[in-house]
Nanobody, 125 residues
Framework: QSQLVESGGGLVQPGGSLRLSCAAS???????VGWFRQAPGKEHEGVSC????????TYADFVKGRFTISRDNAKRTVYLQMNNLKPEDTGVYYCAADLTYYYCSGYNLDEMEYRGKGTLVTVSS
């Protein structure tokens, strides 16, 4: 069964850092992978996306300069390094994968083929 599993979430103080991981049970060699988040009571929103070979990446304006997406296809894992976290970054973070960069870079979560169950990030003092 093909699946994505996120990890690395937790409680962190404002200004702190976390690194999220998205591990796949299948080869990611041809998949674009995106990170999305959903804050309590809000719709999900796109955070970042990386192309299948890692040559292209996009970031939502609210994380530019603070978050970095990367991938290691040999380990079937995509990472999201989150620095200078703010309380408004709190939410459940999901990763999703699709063969087309189009859906990923457009943060169209509903059109992406695979989606994990998420990991909770709480930024609070």
């Amino acid at each position: 069964q093909s699946q994505l599993v996120e990890s690395g979430g937790g409680l962190v103080q404002p200004g702190g850092s976390l690194r999220l991981s998205c591990a796949a049970s299948f080869s990611l060699d041809f998949y674009a992978v995106g990170w999305f988040r959903q804050a309590p009571g809000k719709e999900h929103e796109g955070v970042s996306c990386i192309s299948d070979k890692g040559r292209d990446a996009t970031y939502a304006d609210f994380v530019k300069g603070r978050f970095t997406i990367s991938r290691d296809n040999a380990k079937r894992t995509v990472y999201l390094q989150m620095n200078n976290l703010k309380p408004e970054d709190t939410g459940v973070y999901y990763c999703a994968a699709d063969l087309t960069y189009y859906y990923c870079s457009g943060y169209n979560l509903d059109e992406m083929e695979y989606r994990g169950k998420g990991t909770l990030v709480t930024v609070s003092s």
